[in-house]
């Protein structure tokens, strides 16, 4: 079985949809589609996924369905209940008064790195991030969708791999978002999520490919065979978009911080 996770394009955040530059980058990875063999093809709700599926959808006269667990991963964290936790997310925005609710892994790195927790695969959940905060429950509802969405296909999980009722060699497209790939990669991998959304920086309209490998018979494990390819733009000659990134240097007062 192959897995596509293809990040949406430059966002316009505030009208959920693609900026400008948004749009052309989806065209150009249309231009790939057909090359990419996407198979069965499925969207989140949100829009800006939609719009960006919608120009490979066009171009190869494919159809794709809507998975309300494929959304942006939409756990948060309410700071002005636990104040202690101020210092792991600086720079938060306030509003009346109190501070906006922060998405849970976008946490500073000299916080997060000097708690080993966060790294290991099951004492992740163990976190004060996660303890005040949904981030497990959902965590949990995502992956268990995924999980029977995998069943389905004949991969059913098994403590940490998943056992074949039924190979295939079938693809599946996922248009979807970084936060979430990261999510379900990190299911797939066995890792804390917390290592992928820190480590890892999946620039709009990228492609992410997976493959099962059945080495022993009736035992597969999902093996990724590219991260983030961006092949299409620079073909395009279009720039990579920087959504996603921090500021490579502090004193770049361009990019955020």
């Not at 964290?77 to 938060?92: E, H």
Request: glycine residues 4%; contains cysteine.
């Amino acid at each position: 079985m192959r897995i596509l996770f293809i990040r949406h394009g430059d966002p316009d955040y505030v009208n959920d949809t693609l900026t400008e530059k948004g749009h052309r980058e989806a065209a150009l990875l249309a231009e790939r589609a057909e090359d990419l063999n996407l198979g069965r093809c499925f969207v989140s709700p949100l829009g800006r996924a939609r719009d960006t599926a919608a120009y490979c959808l066009k171009r190869t006269g494919y159809t794709a369905r809507t998975l309300d667990w494929l959304e942006e991963f939409p756990a948060r964290l309410d700071l002005n209940k636990v104040p202690q936790l101020r210092k792991a997310y600086p720079n938060s925005r306030m509003k009346d008064g109190e501070y906006v609710p922060r998405v849970v892994w976008d946490m500073a790195p000299a916080y997060w790195t000097e708690h080993e927790e966060y790294f290991d695969c099951r004492k992740w959940r163990e976190t004060e991030v996660c303890r005040n905060s949904d981030a497990v429950a959902t965590y949990d509802r995502v992956t268990e969708a995924f999980d029977r969405f995998l069943a389905d296909f004949g991969y059913v999980r098994e403590k940490a791999h998943y056992r074949v009722e039924k190979a295939n060699t079938d693809t599946v497209t996922f248009f979807c978002h970084f936060g979430v790939t990261c999510v379900l990669l990190s299911r797939l991998w066995n890792v804390s999520p917390f290592i992928l959304w820190h480590s890892l920086a999946l620039a709009p309209t990228s492609v992410t490919e997976v493959v099962t490998e059945e080495r022993e018979e009736g035992t597969a494990y999902f093996r990724g065979l590219k991260l983030g390819d961006v092949s299409h733009l620079y073909a395009g000659k279009e720039p990579v978009s920087f959504a996603a990134r921090f500021c490579e240097i502090f004193s770049d007062r361009e990019h955020r911080h």
